[in-house]
C-alpha cells in the first residue's frame, strides 16, 4: 500500500489555485461571499415554505372540522326526512319543517330535528 501524502504537500500543490481556502484573492472572496448569500436565499425560501405549508395544514384541519359538520347535520336532515315519509301523514308542521330543512342549510345547528315532537302535535291535531 503505498503511503499517504501529507496534507500540507497537499495544499502546495493547490497554493497557486483560485479556490484555495487560504487564498487573499478577491475573486475567492467575492465567490465565497456570493455562495454564502445565495445558501442564506436557499435557507429562507425553505422556512418561508414550510411555515406555508403549516399554515395551509393548520387551514384545511378547520375546512376539514367544518366539512365535518355539515356533513353530520346534512345526515340528521336525511334523518327527519325520512322519519316523515316512513310517517307517511302530514300536517302544516311537518310541511313546515320540512320546508325550513330543504331551504335553510343551518336548520340543524339551530333547531331539534326529532320527530317524536311533531308526532305529538299530530295527536293534538287528530283530536281537533
Given at each position: 500500500?503505498?503511503?499517504?501524502?501529507?496534507?500540507?504537500?497537499?495544499?502546495?500543490?493547490?497554493?497557486?489555485?483560485?479556490?484555495?481556502?487560504?487564498?487573499?484573492?478577491?475573486?475567492?472572496?467575492?465567490?465565497?461571499?456570493?455562495?454564502?448569500?445565495?445558501?442564506?436565499?436557499?435557507?429562507?425560501?425553505?422556512?418561508?415554505?414550510?411555515?406555508?405549508?403549516?399554515?395551509?395544514?393548520?387551514?384545511?384541519?378547520?375546512?376539514?372540522?367544518?366539512?365535518?359538520?355539515?356533513?353530520?347535520?346534512?345526515k340528521s336532515h336525511i334523518s327527519t326526512l325520512r322519519k316523515l315519509i316512513i310517517k307517511g301523514r302530514t300536517n302544516e308542521d311537518q310541511d313546515r319543517l320540512i320546508d325550513e330543512i330543504l331551504n335553510n342549510s343551518d336548520y340543524?345547528?339551530?333547531?331539534?330535528?326529532?320527530?317524536?315532537?311533531?308526532?305529538?302535535?299530530?295527536?293534538?291535531?287528530?283530536?281537533?
Amino acid at each position: 500500500m503505498p503511503a499517504r501524502r501529507s496534507t500540507a504537500a497537499g495544499t502546495s500543490r493547490n497554493s497557486g489555485s483560485e479556490t484555495s481556502p487560504g487564498s487573499e484573492d478577491p475573486a475567492y472572496k467575492l465567490k465565497r461571499k456570493k455562495n454564502n448569500e445565495a445558501v442564506q436565499r436557499t435557507r429562507e425560501k425553505t422556512r418561508k415554505s414550510a411555515e406555508e405549508r403549516k399554515e395551509r395544514i393548520e387551514k384545511l384541519k378547520v375546512e376539514n372540522i367544518m366539512l365535518t359538520q355539515q356533513i353530520k347535520s346534512e345526515k340528521s336532515h336525511i334523518s327527519t326526512l325520512r322519519k316523515l315519509i316512513i310517517k307517511g301523514r302530514t300536517n302544516e308542521d311537518q310541511d313546515r319543517l320540512i320546508d325550513e330543512i330543504l331551504n335553510n342549510s343551518d336548520y340543524g345547528n339551530n333547531h331539534n330535528t326529532d320527530v317524536d315532537d311533531n308526532e305529538e302535535n299530530d295527536d293534538v291535531a287528530d283530536t281537533k
